[in-house]
Structure formats: C-alpha cells, structure tokens
C-alpha cells in the first residue's frame, strides 16, 4: 500500500513514519512517497526515516520528490500536512495580528483567516490532481485550519477527504486518565468543530464519568485543562472545552500574554526549526537525534502564552507524546482493513448538527470502516455553544468564497465577522497588513 506524504519535509512527519513502523500486519503501508517544494528538507526528514527504520527488516520504502503529480500517481492514501508561506508565513500572521490588538493564532482568529485564505486555493489544487491522478485514493488533511481546508477539498473529493487533529485525541485521553479510566475503552462525547469543540461526556461501560470530574474540584485541577479554564468555568459549562477555546474565553488575557512575550510563537518554530535543518543535514550529525531533542523542546512550549496567562504551569509529562499519527495510521487501518473503529474526526455533517447544512466539515465520532467515515448521531449542542459555532462556520464560508471570487471585500467580510475581531476598521487594517507581507493573497482584488 502507498501512502503519499505531501509536506513531506515537515518536521512532524518522523512522527507519522514511527506509527508505520509498529505495523506489521498484512495490509500495511509497504511504500512512502514524500512530497515538498524544499529539497533540502526533504534530505533532512529522509536521513531522520532512515535512521528511524533502521534495523527494522519490514519498514516502508522511502522516497522524494519536489514533483506533486509523481507523488500522487498511484497513491492508495494521501496525507496532506502542508504549510503555505512555511513559518515565515506564520510569524507574520501572528505580528500583522498582534500589532492590531488583536489574536493572530494560527488557526483561530485573525491569524487562522490569513491562513486559510492563502492556504485554500493549494488544497483546491491538490484535490483536483487527486481527484484526477488518483480518484481511488483517500485523503488524509491535517493542514491547518484542519476543518476549513477538508471543507474546502472536499468539494472535489466528496467523503474521501477526511480531516484529523490531536487535540481532541489528548483531551479524551487526559480526561479518561484523571478519571482512572481505560481511554481506549472510553466513549468521548466530542462536538463542535476543529480547535472548537467540547467533551459533553465520557462514558465507560454505557456510564457517564463527566459529572464524577466536575463535582471534583481537586480532580478538575489536575489535569491542563482544568488548569487552562479553571474548575468555576468548566462547572458553569458542564462539559471540558477544546484547549483552543481559551482564546475565545479568556481572550483579552491571552492577547497581553502574546504581546507581552519576547516572540511569538511561530518566530520560535522557525528559528528552532532552521538550526534543526541545518544540523540534520550534516552527515556528522545523527538526524534522529537532532529531530527527537528539537521535538522535546517544541512540545514541551506548546501553548506557553496561555499556561502563563492562566498559572497552569508545565505540561504534564504524558501530555508531551504525540497523537495524530496515531490517529492518522488506525483511520488508514480501519479503512484499509475494515477494521471498524471509532474516532474523532473532521467530515461533512450530513444530518448531524441540525443547525448547519449537510456540506459543512465538523468535528464529532465517526464510525470508520472500509466505505470511510460515518458521523455518529449526537444530541445538539447547548445555545452557547451552537452560537460560537455557526458564527465561526460563516467566517469560514466567507473564507471559502473569498479564495473562490478573489474578492478583496469578501475577505473583509471574514475578518469583520469573526467573534475575536471587534471592529470593520480593524478588519480592513488586518487584510491590507497580510497581503503587503503575504505573495499568495496577491488573487484577492
């Protein structure tokens, strides 16, 4: 089976090849084609594979290509993890954002449009290579805004764009662990949309643990969660948020944090990453090593900003480890195999959020077996929520409409819409401030 790497140069793609690495089963991925227009972090990620796979006599045959199509003909599974502008691109989202008063994460607010506008039209042309060089291939999106851009390629690929994220992966797993649970035997109750969304409940054996947690105000406050919100709020919500949701609920505070630090955090990434490219690509250095001490340090930051503007202190050691391509490699296996599982997982709504159409890409279960992956049936989200929701789902379709017309004052219309930009005027400054910094929204007229 072939499964093709697009943003194969990306520094979390040892993560997805080590998962492959523990398959042994028939079946299995026996070929791995990475894509990137960067060759020479393409050599990078390969000397860290080769060193991975090492002494392992079953691994998956690794190669490169700078060649989109190449690496589509003949793909059984695509997985798409690209970066449009690369790191650069995110440093600037971060500072046009941030200048203005406002939020310019990566993937929410502000910073999360900037993005998807520039990265929209490259997903819609993968999907229509795919569509036409390997129409039988399913497709794995964790390019960011992981939700925005499966909506958007799934216009060419119908249900076999799937999208997929850690977040709410690690969020499952920590609630079942304070609770003493087994997480792959829990039932995580999970809805809303990417980086958007809520645990309502965890169910073991048919029973709902959650309220056990949130009468426990010591139990709330151990886990990062609890230390992000605090016990008050998640009482108050009855359910634990997405980690995302600390830029909506806590806002003003996480904004100071950001501008308040030395430097943000994509200008981190892309220093700390430009020294681990380097050293991987000197043949005295081992690869491996060089990309496991940078990823120690990247994951051990995640979300710095907001632990400080909350007190929550340091992450958790068993919060560090990774979890998409654990994700990533049982959606392949259930679909591959017909091994039926259970995950969380971005896909078109069809009847299951009644107050969105059928086309619209949340994030809920899904059972996943050979024919893709089916939304569970889920109970409505309260009002508070399904607010937050279909207002964050217009910004995205005016997102999707500004990258189809390349109309300037539709894209001023996503800005102005979204729930952390507070002003038109602003909105206009944000989208003039992107695209002096920004080459690829230079279609918006």
């Known amino acids: 089976m072939r499964l093709t790497i697009l943003g194969g140069g990306g520094f979390r793609v040892p993560l997805v090849h080590g998962a492959l690495l523990t398959d042994h089963a028939e079946g299995r991925v026996t070929e791995v084609v990475l894509h990137d227009l960067d060759d020479h972090r393409l050599r990078a990620v390969t000397r860290v594979l080769a060193e991975q796979a090492a002494g392992v006599p079953d691994a998956p045959r690794v190669t490169a290509t700078t060649d989109l199509d190449e690496a589509l003909l003949g793909a059984d599974f695509v997985f798409s993890a690209i970066r449009v502008g690369g790191l ?30 520039r990265t929209v039209p490259v997903a819609l042309d993968i999907a229509r290579r795919v569509a036409r060089l390997a129409p039988d291939a399913w497709v794995i999106n964790f390019t ?149 001490r940078t990823r120690a340090e990247r994951e051990a930051t995640y979300m710095a900003e907001n632990r400080e503007s909350a007190g929550a202190g340091d992450r958790e050691a068993d919060d560090l480890s990774g979890g ?78 500004a990258a189809d017309s390349g109309s300037r004052a539709t894209a001023v219309k996503a800005f102005a819409l979204h729930p952390l930009v507070d002003s038109v005027g602003v909105a206009r400054r944000l989208l003039q401030g992107y695209t002096e910094v920004h080459p690829g929204l230079a279609y918006l007229r």
């Open 324 to 401: 998409y391509e654990k994700v990533a490699l049982a959606l392949m296996r259930a679909i591959a195999r017909d091994e039926r599982t259970t995950l969380i997982l971005n896909v078109r709504n069809r009847s299951t959020l009644s107050v969105l159409d059928a086309d619209a890409v949340i994030e809920v279960p899904c059972l996943v077996d050979a024919g893709g992956a089916h939304p569970l049936a889920t109970d409505p989200l309260p009002g508070h929520a399904t607010g937050l929701v279909c207002s964050v789902k217009a910004v995205e379709r005016e997102v999707l409409a």
């Open 88 to 117: 650069r691109g995110r440093a600037d989202d971060e500072r046009v954002a941030l200048a203005e008063g406002v939020l310019g994460q990566e993937t929410v607010g502000a910073g999360g449009i900037a993005y998807g506008l």
């Open 144 to 292: 960011n805004p992981a939700g925005l851009v499966t909506e958007a390629m799934s216009r060419h690929l119908g249900d076999r764009v799937i999208g997929i994220c850690d977040s709410p992966v690690g969020l499952g797993r920590r609630i079942a662990r304070v609770l003493g649970a087994d997480p792959g035997e829990a039932f995580v109750d999970y809805v809303g949309l990417n980086h958007l969304g809520w645990v309502r409940a965890l169910r073991v054996a048919g029973r709902d643990e959650l309220p056990r947690l949130l009468a426990d105000p010591a139990l709330l406050g151990s886990f990062e969660e609890g230390k992000l919100f605090g016990a008050d709020w998640l009482r108050s919500l009855g359910a634990i948020p997405n980690e995302y949701l600390h830029y909506y609920y806590f806002n003003r505070e996480t904004v100071r944090a950001y501008r308040e630090a030395g430097r943000t955090r994509g200008a981190f990434l892309r220093e700390q990453q430009a020294r681990f490219y380097d050293e991987a690509g000197d043949p005295g250095v081992s690869a491996l090593a060089a990309w496991e």
